[in-house]
């Protein structure tokens, strides 16, 4: 915890060179787990990176795959509860735009590092149309040629991967209005949320 308290305060200490760049920060996770001045230290770093578009980092902190899942859930179930939205509107769409990723693309390559040969509940919802990539080493052994390694690898299962994404693009469907008009204000309450962290008095 220590550590990333010192990061962020860092990424914060430098935040002329984050709007040079355009980075934008996402942390992805439960942010209610984290002690908080650090989730006062994140929403501040998101909120202020929230509107570049040049490169972005997505950090999972505080982050299970399936408590992603379940917040989701939680999210539709409360707006079907609400009358926001119908049953007929639950869609495989409609759960990805409550996912802590919402605001990213699905990762065409996901690499695990350190020989396992599982995914260790990492954004097992995100990865069903990607090429995932097992290096045999510890992320500090990592070099560029296990990365081109797994770049080859992802080239040649490209033609393999286009119609199963093509597939899944099609049964994902299109969103209601009353879904577009949800997601708004989900993104919005989130938005809100972080506003709030950001000015918590520690």
Not at 185 to 191: I, Q
Request: aromatic residues 8%; glycine residues 2%.
């Amino acid at each position: 915890m220590e550590l990333s308290r010192q990061k962020f305060k860092q990424l914060l200490c430098e935040k002329d060179k984050l709007m040079e760049h355009g980075v934008c920060i996402r942390i992805i996770g439960n942010l209610s787990l984290l002690p908080q001045d650090i989730q006062k230290l994140i929403a501040q770093a998101m909120i202020l990176t929230k509107d570049n578009n040049k490169t972005f980092l997505n950090v999972a902190f505080a982050y299970t795959a399936r408590e992603e899942m379940a917040q989701a859930v939680q999210a539709v179930v409360s707006g079907v509860e609400d009358g926001a939205l119908r049953v007929s509107d639950v869609t495989q769409k409609l759960l990805s735009s409550c996912m802590y990723t919402s605001t990213s693309p699905d990762p065409e390559l996901l690499i695990r590092t350190s020989g396992e040969v599982r995914l260790s509940d990492y954004m097992l919802w995100q990865v069903s149309c990607s090429c995932i990539y097992f290096a045999d080493v510890l992320w500090p052994e990592f070099s560029i040629w296990h990365l081109l390694a797994a770049i080859i690898k992802f080239q040649r299962s490209y033609a393999q991967l286009v119609p199963v994404c093509q597939a899944d693009e099609m049964a994902n469907g299109s969103c209601s209005e009353r879904s577009s008009v949800f997601q708004t204000r989900l993104a919005a309450s989130r938005l809100a949320t972080l506003e709030e962290l950001s000015h918590a008095i520690s």
